[in-house]
């Protein structure tokens, strides 16, 4: 029975596990209280279905902890992805997640208490990964068909070991009211629009960014007052240009 299979996540106000019993569904919005730690164990399914409303995302006030492995990783993926998690839908295989569809995947906004997310694949949203604010940990992280991999609006931030596939791979645009520093290595970018830099500091080191030959594809681009470093980087296969520099900030190559 389907639904048996399936719990569903509102609203979490209090300390929660989520453990491999279920595959946990989101309608819309599950929002983790400013008190609250959320911990994901491996190989935890959740998938999530904006057709009721809302942003289709799970926003993090509190703290979240998903602790994936290499061999049993932690999967936030469209309601419609039969891949995992079996056909939680219940039409056979009819209807197929599109990309950017599922809803703005993980928007995490804890400005004092960071969360961790470890070998933990996202996959068909508009935004994989949200960050608002923050000093979170996040390695071994797979953004898959998103329209933006992340989306980086304040904080300080370490990305290590990501693999980004989508439209744009980063977003760096901090808000008036943060300062954002994106620090990204031995990670894989391959979208036609690989790094869009408009502001704060942005630090690329020993990582791939690929165009894949995608018409109008640009590497990075730096607008702004951006600072951008780019450390023992491989930047291919960009039909536009690999690096497009406008910014009044700074541009490193080391």
Sequence with gaps: ?????????????????LTKEFVYLIQGEARVS????????????????????GAGNLVVDGVLKA??????????????????????????GVNLPENYSAGN?????????????????????????????????????HLIKSNYGIIMEGGNIEVD????????????????AFSGDLTIKNSQIYAPQGVQAMAGNFN????????????????ISITGN??????????RDFSNT???????GSLDLQ
């Design 1 to 17: 029975n389907i639904s048996n299979a399936l719990f569903r996540l509102i609203g979490i106000s209090n300390d929660f596990i």
């Design 34 to 53: 400013s008190s609250a730690t959320l911990i994901i164990q491996h190989g935890v399914i959740v998938k999530i279905d904006k057709s009721f409303g």
């Design 67 to 92: 602790e994936g492995t290499f061999e049993d990783p932690v999967y936030f993926t469209s309601f419609y992805d039969d891949t995992v998690g079996g056909d939680t839908d219940g039409d056979g």
């Design 105 to 141: 995947g993980i928007q995490l906004n804890n400005a004092v208490s960071p969360s961790f997310l470890n070998n933990t694949y996202i996959k068909y949203h508009n935004i994989g990964l949200w960050i608002k604010n923050g000093t979170h940990r996040i390695t071994n992280v």
């Design 161 to 176: 070991g990501a693999e980004i596939r989508g439209n744009v791979g980063v977003y760096l645009y901090p808000s008036q």
């Design 204 to 219: 690329l080191i020993a990582s791939e960014i690929n165009g894949e030959n995608s018409s109008g594809s640009v590497g």
């Design 226 to 235: 951006a600072k951008v470093i780019l450390t023992g980087n491989t930047i």
């Design 242 to 248: 690999g690096i497009l520099s406008q910014t009044t």
